[in-house]
C-alpha cells in the first residue's frame, strides 16, 4: 500500500511540475507578446513596417534562423529560413505584421498599443487587472487586449516559443516563414515579390496562420477562404434635392428607385435571383456531409446574432458559404434622424461587396450584375452624369467597380491536410474541424498559385476576438493551444 501511494504521489508531483513548466512557457511567450504589441503596426507607416521587421529578425536571428528583407514597390517582407536536414520536406509558413488602423477614443484602455491584461467580473464585464498577477498564478481565460492582439501578432509570437521548446532533433521539417507587411492592405505587393522569389520561397506545404479557429474553440483546419470584390452602385433624381411638396409624387425619387433595384436583386429568402450568379456550384452528397460535419451551433449562432431565421441561401451555416455572396454594406441618401429634411434627395448610394468562391469569377458576376441592372431599364455609367444624359434618359445608375481578390480552396483528401490532421490527432488525441471554406478572405490565391504549393489555413486565435474592431483581444488559453499546435506540426513527419 505504501508503495502505492508513493508511486501516486510521484505521479501527481510530475504533473504538477509539468503544469508549473507549461505556465512558465506561456509566461515567456506573454513578455514577448506585451513587447511585439507594443510596436505599433500601420502598413501605411514605412516606420512602423521598419520597427515590426527590426523586433522579428532580432528574435529569428537568435533562433538560428537566416532572414532576408525581400523588397516589394511598397514595404519591405520578412523572410526567415531554418534549414535542418535537406532530405526533409520543407514547409513554409505564412503570417503578417501589420495591422488595421485604429481609433483611440473608441477602445476602453488607454491606448491599442499599450496591451492590458484583463478578466471578466461577475457581471461578465471586462475588467483590467495588474500583470504582476501573473506571477502568482495564470488563469487561461485572461484575455490581452491591443491591436493586433489576434490578428496576427500572436501566431508569430507562439511560433517563435513553440520552436524555443521543441528539441531540434525531432523537428521532421526544414522551416520558412514569411511574414507579410501590408496584409491589411490586401497585400498588392506580395504576388510579384513571391514571382521574384520562387527558388527562395520554394516549399513542399504552405500553412497560413491567421484568422480565428472554430467557435467550439476546437482545433481546426481550413482548407480553403472566400475571395472579394467590390462595387459602388448610385441612382441619381433631380439635380439638387427639392422640396418634398413641392416636387414630391413628380420628382423620381433615387433612394427609392435605388432599394427597388437592390430588391430585385434578391428574393425574401436572401438568395441571389440575377441570372446564372450560382451556375457551376454544385454540392454532392459527401460535400454535404462534409458541411454537415463541422459542429456549429445553429442555435448558439442565431442567439450570438440575435436573429430569428438565417437567409436560406444553403441547409446550414456551412453551405451558405459555399456560395458567392451579394451584400450591401453600406446605404447613403441625404439625411436621417435629427438632421432629416422634407426633400426629395438629388441621390442615393450603395456599396455592394461580393464574397467569391472558387467557381465564380468576378468579372463574370460583375458582369451579370450589370446586365441585370440594364435589364431594369438603367442606363449604366462610370462618372455622374451630363445634363444631356439627365434630360436623355429616364433611369440612371453610375457603377464603380473595384478590383478583387480570389478564392482558393485544397482539396481536402490532399497529402498535407491527412498530415495536418494526423499531427493534430496526435497532439490533441482528437480529430480537428475540417472547414472546405471559411467565410472571410486572406489574399493568398496568386500567391498559392505562383508558388505551385498545396496551402491549408491553421488558425490559433479565440472566434470572438474583436479583430480589426475596438478591444481586440486573446485569450490565454489559446496561446498555449498556439505553441502546442505549432510543436505538432513541427513534430510530425509528413510520410505516411
Same mark, same amino acid.
Given at each position: ?10 505521479? #501527481? ?125 495564470? @488563469? ?22 513553440? #520552436? ?126 462534409? #458541411? ?53 434627395? @438629388? ?150
Amino acid at each position: 500500500m505504501r508503495r502505492i501511494t508513493i508511486i501516486l504521489v510521484c505521479i #501527481l508531483s510530475l504533473g504538477h511540475i509539468e503544469a508549473q513548466s507549461d505556465d512558465q512557457q506561456l509566461r515567456n511567450a506573454i513578455t514577448d507578446l506585451r513587447s511585439f504589441l507594443s510596436i505599433p503596426n500601420s502598413g501605411l507607416s514605412a516606420a512602423d513596417v521598419k520597427a515590426n521587421i527590426a523586433w522579428l529578425q532580432q528574435e529569428l536571428n537568435e533562433r538560428g534562423f537566416h532572414t532576408k528583407e525581400v523588397p516589394t514597390l511598397s514595404n519591405p517582407i520578412l523572410f526567415g529560413e531554418l534549414a535542418i536536414d535537406k532530405g526533409l520536406p520543407t514547409v513554409l509558413f505564412y503570417m503578417h505584421l501589420d495591422g488595421q488602423a485604429v481609433d483611440k477614443s473608441k477602445w476602453d484602455q488607454e491606448d491599442p498599443f499599450i496591451p492590458v491584461l484583463k478578466k471578466q467580473n461577475d457581471q461578465r464585464e471586462w475588467q483590467q487587472i495588474e500583470w504582476s498577477a501573473m506571477e502568482h498564478t495564470i @488563469d487561461y481565460d485572461w484575455r490581452i487586449f491591443a491591436r493586433s492582439a489576434s490578428d496576427d501578432k500572436m501566431p508569430i509570437v507562439a511560433f517563435l516559443h513553440a #520552436l524555443d521548446h521543441t528539441d531540434k532533433a525531432d523537428l521532421k521539417c526544414n522551416i520558412k516563414i514569411i511574414i507579410d507587411s501590408e496584409e491589411e492592405l490586401s497585400s498588392p505587393n506580395l504576388t510579384a515579390a513571391v514571382k521574384e522569389n520562387l527558388e527562395l520561397l520554394s516549399a513542399d506545404a504552405l500553412i497560413i496562420n491567421d484568422g480565428p479557429v472554430h467557435r467550439s474553440g476546437q482545433p481546426t483546419l481550413v482548407f480553403g477562404c472566400r475571395g472579394i470584390t467590390s462595387f459602388h452602385i448610385t441612382t441619381w433624381g433631380p439635380i439638387r434635392p427639392q422640396h418634398s411638396g413641392h416636387y414630391g409624387n413628380y420628382a423620381p425619387n433615387p433612394a427609392l428607385m435605388l432599394s427597388q433595384l437592390l430588391a430585385s436583386m434578391k428574393d425574401e429568402d436572401g438568395r441571389v435571383t440575377i441570372d446564372g450568379y450560382y451556375d457551376g456550384i454544385t454540392l454532392d452528397k459527401r460535400t454535404k456531409q462534409i #458541411l454537415a460535419n463541422v459542429p456549429d451551433d445553429e442555435d448558439g449562432i442565431l442567439e450570438y446574432l440575435q436573429i430569428n431565421t438565417p437567409d436560406q441561401v444553403g441547409a446550414n451555416y456551412q453551405e451558405s458559404l459555399q456560395y458567392p455572396s451579394l451584400n450591401i454594406r453600406g446605404m447613403k441618401s441625404a439625411w436621417v434622424g435629427a438632421r432629416a429634411r422634407t426633400i426629395v434627395p @438629388d441621390m442615393a448610394t450603395a456599396a455592394i461587396d461580393i464574397r467569391l468562391v472558387p467557381e465564380s469569377d468576378p468579372t463574370r458576376l460583375l458582369q451579370l450584375v450589370r446586365d441585370h441592372i440594364q435589364d431594369k431599364g438603367y442606363h449604366i455609367l462610370d462618372r455622374e452624369p451630363t445634363t444631356d444624359e439627365r434630360l436623355a434618359y429616364p433611369k440612371i445608375v453610375t457603377m464603380a467597380t473595384k478590383g478583387y481578390t480570389l478564392p482558393f480552396r485544397t482539396d481536402m483528401d490532399a497529402p498535407i491536410g491527412q498530415w495536418l490532421t494526423k499531427a493534430i490527432q496526435a497532439k490533441y488525441n482528437q480529430d480537428p474541424v475540417a472547414i472546405r471554406i471559411m467565410g472571410g478572405t486572406v489574399p493568398m490565391a496568386p500567391f498559392i498559385k505562383a508558388l505551385e504549393v498545396p496551402a491549408v489555413i491553421v488558425p490559433m486565435v479565440n472566434a470572438d476576438n474583436n479583430q480589426h474592431s475596438p478591444n481586440e483581444n486573446v485569450r490565454l488559453s489559446y496561446i498555449a493551444n498556439a505553441m502546442k499546435t505549432f510543436n505538432a506540426i513541427f513534430t510530425t513527419s509528413m510520410k505516411n
